[in-house]
């Protein structure tokens, strides 16, 4: 008699992702598939004080079991880090720390999602957020995008439709779609979210990776303008994009009840995120060296963006549309089949990967309807250098 | 309207515990309540080093996005620690690294809960498993203990009784209750795993801290005696007590399919445990010192549990009674009523704070039928000195 695993387990399918990975072991390939970023991007020296420091004037706190909720000097730091991005009046005790934004995603969907719950989501999002939520029995619905982020009005009748636990968003860059939500519609999704009691997520990993001008200020910065809005709104902040993933800090902003409860099942997921880490970072972000680390990743990636963008349209010409990001880590494509060229992604993407280069197709990243012409490709991980060598190799796979 | 949280938080009560520890900020208190080993006793210095190096080394590994089953280098040095605690033939890829053991529990519960599921466990058991099984549903079976762990002939009838997803066991040195599971019951468990095609679930974070001979070999290492059933086994290993509960890191041994499916829901849950903090314990496992360290700890907790023990006689005498634990952090005691003395653990607990000392009164610590006379007392956070002073406050507050 074999096993038999939680009836949770049949919502999940990780297969068609797990198969491409597979796939990126081959040698010599240039990789576009993941959200890595690029280790040479990692200010050592900084995180290496910062840990030296962390063992040497607080090493009871930092080797000791943890408050759940985080590292007090950490949840600081991260406090004045979150005014410091325009959100007003946040203190420690407005957030905890979470074990990367994964976890935070975890501990939304352990707290809030009853099997047969239903959570909107955008059409494209985060693949990790499809599997985390169906594992609580979610039942996500699809709300569509464009390069102006989710598009409020059908949010709207969404919303109206299917009485939502709540609904999640990228706003900023997103993943997959590089989208940024403009401002108007952000100031309209705060009004939906007090005209419908709906809680908002607003998961942003990606919002300090801007290339030129900074993005609108975040849904929850803007609450300020509507303050009955701010119970309704519940943000996840993330280090791994801009520090260092390794570290696993993560944190969530959300009203006191909520944050309780999440506290309550962080407690019996991993007790606390590890002050080890927790100390170090608070330490780093404290050191000052934060806005300076955060420059030379905006210049770099700004740089990397920039080449692709360019590369794709030499190499790929009218065979792919996309618009360029304004930071983040990816493009969002789509296969046009101009001049009976491929349309189908998937196909696509086994053809690179015999040309050398790997991307992930665009179904997966939809909870329902995908659009298989589409696509991601990452301009994190690779050099200018290898994403033209990358881009030239997709030009042969078409 | 307010939020309505998922169905599954209402399964869980966690208002005793937390009543208790706020009033643990008085001044001066001593507490026996926590399982907090002694910051003094960490290796700073050690560790200092590991993660120097691990920075200076292993930079990009240590920092960057890593495996959801775990840090590879850190795999094979806890594949090595487990051979040389006697587990024959475990290798890296046995075992996935989980952030602390609470999370090997909360991805077993994910993994192979369904609400209604029942999970037998000691009756007491580790808090936080009762409410981590929960959360996701179970309906937990209490299976009696004595000084020699888990009543065999009892369980036997519970297993067949009830038809559980599994049972859940600390067999060595158990949390609260110090007791150890002798050699021969250790065998009939895994005599029953193979007659009722049941998983065991072995949770063993203490079973270093001996403080005179060894124990017997962990269940999972006496599968070399009976290889049918080490497929029923799952083993829960952590670095909290022994090193630093700081790092969160702990593992997970199972069978293929177990730790596929725990692997997938990890993913999910935090993507995988800190790099940073994994390369920093696989640095200092592979620098030797935890043999030393474990000594020390070892002889330190010893002397605090015969301290202990002590003084309750001489201070308590009849009022209470206990098994001198061999390991762990651990006294479990009841309170005999002897003299006309108070015999309930919650009222002895409000009258020791009065006195200025805390502990855990046992009724939280069972799935069902709870005895009000227990309680249990941890002699890991406080010094001899502190024990004994602790103890005398005790003797007062009866």
């Known amino acids: 008699m074999p096993l038999q695993f939680a009836s949770r387990l049949d919502n999940v399918e990780t297969s068609a992702i797990r198969e491409l990975f597979k796939l990126l072991g081959k040698p010599g390939i240039i ?40 590292y007090e000097p950490l949840r600081t730091q991260l406090a004045d880090f979150m005014q410091a991005k325009g959100v007003a009046g946040v203190e420690s005790n407005h957030l905890i720390v979470t074990t990367g934004s994964q976890q935070a995603l975890d501990l939304l969907g352990k707290t809030m999602i009853s099997p047969g719950d239903k959570v909107i989501v955008e059409g494209p999002t985060f693949l990790a957020t499809i599997q985390c939520f169906r594992l ?7 709300a569509p995008i464009d390069a102006d982020g989710v598009q409020v009005n059908q949010l709207e009748q969404l919303i109206v439709q299917h009485k939502p636990k709540f609904v999640y968003l990228i706003p900023t860059f997103g993943n997959p779609s590089g989208a940024l939500l403009s401002l108007e519609r952000r100031r309209q999704i705060l009004e939906l979210a007090v005209k419908y009691q709906t809680l908002v ?5 990606y919002g300090d990776l801007y290339f030129g001008a900074p993005p609108p200020p975040s849904i929850l910065a803007l609450t300020k303008e509507m303050p009955a809005a701010r119970e309704w709104i519940a943000h996840c902040g993330s280090m791994s994009k801009v520090l260092s993933p390794g570290l696993r800090v993560g944190w969530l902003i959300a009203q006191p009840e909520l944050l309780a409860k999440a506290t309550m099942c962080k407690q019996f997921s991993d007790a606390h995120t590890s002050t080890f880490a927790q100390a170090t970072a608070a330490r780093y972000l ?36 996309f618009t360029q990001p304004q930071g983040g880590l990816f493009f969002w494509a789509r296969l046009t089949g101009a001049g009976g060229g491929i349309q189908d992604a998937a196909e696509f993407a086994k053809r690179a990967i015999e040309q050398g280069v790997a991307f992930v197709p665009g179904t997966p990243f939809y909870a329902a309807n995908p659009d298989p012409s589409t696509l991601r490709l990452s301009f994190a991980t690779a050099n200018v250098e290898k994403i033209e060598e990358g881009v030239g190799r997709l030009g042969r796979a078409l």
């Not at 962390?54 to 090493?59: G, I």
């Not at 806005?291 to 190499?315: C, D, F, N, Q, S």
Request: hydrophobic share 40%.
């Open 31 to 70: 990789s576009f598939a993941g959200g890595f970023p690029d280790s040479a991007m990692f200010d050592i020296d900084g995180l290496k004080q910062a840990a030296d420091e962390a063992l040497t004037h607080e090493s009871g706190g930092a080797l000791q079991y943890g408050a759940t909720e985080g």
């Open 201 to 205: 997520v607003e998961d942003d990993p």
């Open 136 to 142: 609580y029995g979610a039942e996500l619905i699809s």
């Open 286 to 321: 404290k050191s000052g060296r934060m806005p300076e680390t955060l420059k030379i990743v905006r210049k770099a990636y700004g740089a990397r963006a920039h080449a692709m963008g360019e590369a794709l349209k030499k190499h790929l010409g009218g065979a792919i549309e």
